[in-house]
């Protein structure tokens, strides 16, 4: 592609990247709004992922825009340890109201791996402050993603992710990941199978013994192992499991917490309360990074004791509650009510379900999966080269117009919630051309 804005390439490491591939063949995105990124070669392409998983108000809202620009005027920055600022606790507030039950304790970090390995700690401490510090041991589940600290990879379960770093933590076990193909494909919505998946929590019990276990943690719907919806009654079960051993429960809802579902969490949306929920990404519509550890109350409670001048819990970041962040999360949460997104994005699911499977029967296709505007296209694999035809999808996708994320052979949607119906015809009918021409 010709490109103008291009600078020199090299010395910038990218994250989760081909980087010989991209900066052999760059696509680099210089503008944004609402529904669509401008490319460097002036193209428009509709974002199909709001960014990753993140903008759900769209690109460039004003109201955010204009928060954000103000409170840099007003205060850059404000020390986040034994010393506060008014937006942090407005926000902290806001936050809580939109969670359900006794999640009413906001701790604020700046990454959804940073809210991960948070709530880990917390769990941890909590057990400890209890009373109870033989539960030190942490369950997660195969094929999840809690990001890329040492408790998120040790918990996660995506092999690749976790096989270049060593030995990660002890103690540490996994559930068994929820999707299988010959049950489950071409499911919509929540697959009828697996609920008694939630049971393998028993096994790890009885090896163990519960009075080791501390959290379980998972993500309500697994995002970024490829869209795996849970079957219907495995979080019910996984709840009652928990509570029968004193074992916390952790939603990971970085992905699913502002509105991918049609509410606010996916916890309100399958009428569940964990303990605690990990959130980031939609906090701030992806304007300044931010993340959020959402907490029930008996479990600040357990901290709040000892001599009031002892700080209760040793952990925090120096961007802990950061103004920039918390102006950009109070105008956002301020969007998402005002525009009733997360209602819109309820009314459109099912619009969104019928686009999502007008893709069977094309080539390449073995399964598709929904949830609120969340969706996995599975193409089959080519043999001894797994991946290689989702990340050439991807790629023929951006050519055509339309960005898409992959995993392994996996192609992930997660399109802003201001999308149109017309939008999602556009980036349907871009992915058929895309699977037509595949080989
Ligand atoms: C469920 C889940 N947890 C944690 C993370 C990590 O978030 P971050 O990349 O902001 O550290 C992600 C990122 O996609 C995620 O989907």
């Known amino acids: 592609m010709t490109n103008t804005a291009a600078p020199d390439l090299e010395s910038y490491w990218m994250p989760f990247t081909a980087n010989r591939q991209f900066k052999k063949a760059p696509r680099l995105l210089i503008s944004a709004e609402g529904m669509y990124y401008t490319s460097a070669d002036g193209r428009q392409i509709l974002d199909g ?5 993140c903008v759900n108000a769209g690109h460039r809202n004003r109201r ?36 359900p039950g006794e999640l009413n304790h906001v701790f604020f970090t700046n990454s959804g791996s940073e809210s991960v390995d948070t709530a880990l700690k917390i769990a941890l401490a909590y057990h400890r402050v209890s009373g109870q510090a033989t539960r030190t041991r942490l369950i997660g589940r195969e094929r999840g993603y809690h990001g890329v600290g040492f408790g998120g990879i040790s918990v996660g379960g995506m092999a690749n ?26 499911s919509r919505g929540q697959p009828e199978w697996g609920a008694h998946l939630a049971e393998e929590l028993e096994r790890i019990v009885n090896l163990h ?14 995002g ?22 004193g074992i916390l429960l952790i939603f990971d809802e970085v992905i699913t917490a502002f509105g991918r579902l049609g509410k606010a969490s996916a916890a309100e949306y399958f009428e569940i309360e964990p303990d605690m929920i990990t959130c980031a990404k939609g906090l701030t519509n992806g304007t300044v990074p931010m993340g959020a550890v959402l907490v029930r109350k008996p479990i600040y409670d357990a901290f709040m004791q000892g001599p009031d001048y002892a700080i209760e819990l040793p952990h925090g970041y120096t961007y802990s509650g950061h103004p920039l962040a918390c ?24 619009y969104w379900e019928s686009a999502v499977h007008s893709l069977k029967g094309l080539p390449h296709v073995i399964d598709l999966r929904n949830l609120g505007l969340l969706a996995g296209v599975e193409l089959e694999s080519r043999p001894g080269r797994p991946s290689e035809r989702a990340f050439e999808g991807f790629l023929k996708c951006f050519e055509k117009g339309a960005l898409v994320r992959v995993t392994g ?25 895309v699977l037509k021409v595949l080989d």
């Open 49 to 53: 992922t709001a960014g990753m998983w």
């Open 161 to 186: 992710n976790r096989r270049f770093f060593g030995s990660l933590l002890t103690g540490v076990d996994h559930l068994p990941q929820t999707h299988d193909r010959e049950r489950q494909a071409f």
């Open 64 to 99: 955010i825009i204009e928060a954000v620009g103000n409170q840099l005027a007003e205060l850059d920055y404000s020390p986040a340890f034994q010393m506060g600022h008014p937006k942090a606790f407005q926000l902290a507030n806001r936050v809580v109201q939109l969670m």
């Open 224 to 245: 970024s192992t490829g869209v795996l919806i849970p079957p219907v009654r495995y979080l019910e079960r996984l709840r009652a499991a928990c509570d029968k051993y």
């Open 327 to 350: 102006a950009a999360g109070l105008a956002t949460l301020e969007v998402y009510q005002e525009e009733d997104l997360f209602q819109r994005a309820a009314v459109l699911a099912s």
């Open 209 to 222: 013994g519960s009075e080791t276990i501390s959290a379980v943690i998972v993500e309500p719907v697994a």
């Open 409 to 433: 052979d996996i192609i992930a949607l997660s399109p802003p919630l201001i999308i149109e119906k017309a939008q999602i015809d556009q980036l349907f009918s871009i992915m058929a051309d």
